[in-house]
């Protein structure tokens, strides 16, 4: 099997700050933590930003850049930055930031899609945040807007013009579709990066038969013209990490996905799930991809190209 390539999801938009004391922040948190996950393994770094007062999803750029150059400082992991953001925010607001910083990569959700957050909401009673639980609650009137203008959009601006590759995010088997239209537009270049994502309530369940069918449609769409990873929401983060190693694809985790590395217990930090995740794969005997490796692999336009 070639080389697995280790993701690492820092702090994302989903989960609040009332959750988990080890959910990254502030600049020096998302930072700190970012770099620790990469010197525990993970060649990629898929990064959010937050308000550091308030810890609320935040797409401006300011508080991006107040964390990014330390990051390409002190490692070489492949940055790859969202243009999901949160389903709050609008198309213009979730780009600003990669526009202007032009990473290696940007993860691209591939369809509009209910993104409900709010059972998470009757778990907690004590919030540290007034925005949260109003956060988590109104997720049941609320949809991920990403239609095909939309996308055409974020290929043109970040692929075309700025040279960015994509973590084809799929939420559904119909997304993998969405991805082939977009291939025969000419719009998306082989090889393609795509991550199957599973348990997000909206999305396609956390179910091993449905990480088996989202890989035999992506032959059939595909060929071998692709590489595949595997992010699975919460409790199901690292079974579903674990399938996807041994079926040859590559990993995702992160305290964005999942905030525990045992049932019951909350991951102490982003580095923790890696090293669990790196010790996991290489029991079944995968190498772990360095950056360069990812870079190789992805065909990446480097570090130099990047404006951070």
């Keep these: 099997m070639s080389k697995i390539i280790i993701t690492c999801a820092v702090t994302g938009s989903i989960h609040t700050p009332t959750m988990s004391p080890h959910l990254p922040v502030t600049a020096t948190e998302i930072a700190e933590q970012a770099i620790a ?17 308030t810890g609320r999803p935040s797409a401006a750029t300011e508080h991006f850049m107040a ?18 953001g949160s389903a709050l925010m609008s198309l213009d607001e979730r780009l600003a930031a990669p526009k202007q910083t032009e990473p290696e990569m940007c993860s691209l959700n591939m369809g509009s899609m209910n993104f409900a957050l709010y059972p998470m ?27 095909p203008r939309d996308i055409t959009h974020i290929l043109t ?17 119909g997304h993998l579709y969405m991805l082939r239209h977009f291939v025969d537009r000419g719009l998306v270049k082989t090889p393609l990066f ?17 990480l088996m069918h989202m890989k035999r449609i992506a032959d059939k769409l595909f060929g071998d013209s692709y590489a595949f990873s595997v992010l699975a929401a919460g409790r199901h983060q690292m079974p579903l990490a674990t399938m ?3 079926m040859g694809g590559h990993v995702r985790v992160g305290l964005e996905d999942s905030l525990q590395i045992d049932k019951g217990r909350l991951a102490k930090s982003n580095a923790e799930q890696v090293s669990k ?24 336009k480097g570090p130099t190209k990047t404006k951070f």
Aim: hydrophobic share 45%; aromatic share 8%.
């Design 157 to 173: 601006e970040l692929g075309v013009n700025r040279g960015a590759r994509f973590e084809f995010e799929c939420y559904d088997v």
């Design 37 to 53: 996950a990469a010197d525990a393994g993970a060649a990629i770094l898929h990064l959010h930003a937050r308000d550091p007062e």
């Design 67 to 84: 964390f990014l150059p330390e990051i390409a400082q002190r490692t070489d992991a492949v940055v790859n930055l969202t243009t999901g």
């Design 244 to 246: 996807s190693a041994a």
């Design 121 to 147: 909401a009757t778990k907690i009673n004590d919030w540290k945040h007034d925005w949260e639980k109003p956060f988590l609650e109104n997720s049941d009137d609320l949809v991920f807007k990403n239609t």
């Design 194 to 210: 795509i991550q199957f994502v599973f348990g997000v309530l909206g999305g396609i369940g956390a179910d091993p038969e449905n």
């Design 277 to 300: 995740i790196r010790e996991i794969v290489e029991l079944l005997g995968r190498t772990v991809a360095s950056p360069a490796d990812a870079r190789h692999i992805l065909g990446l």
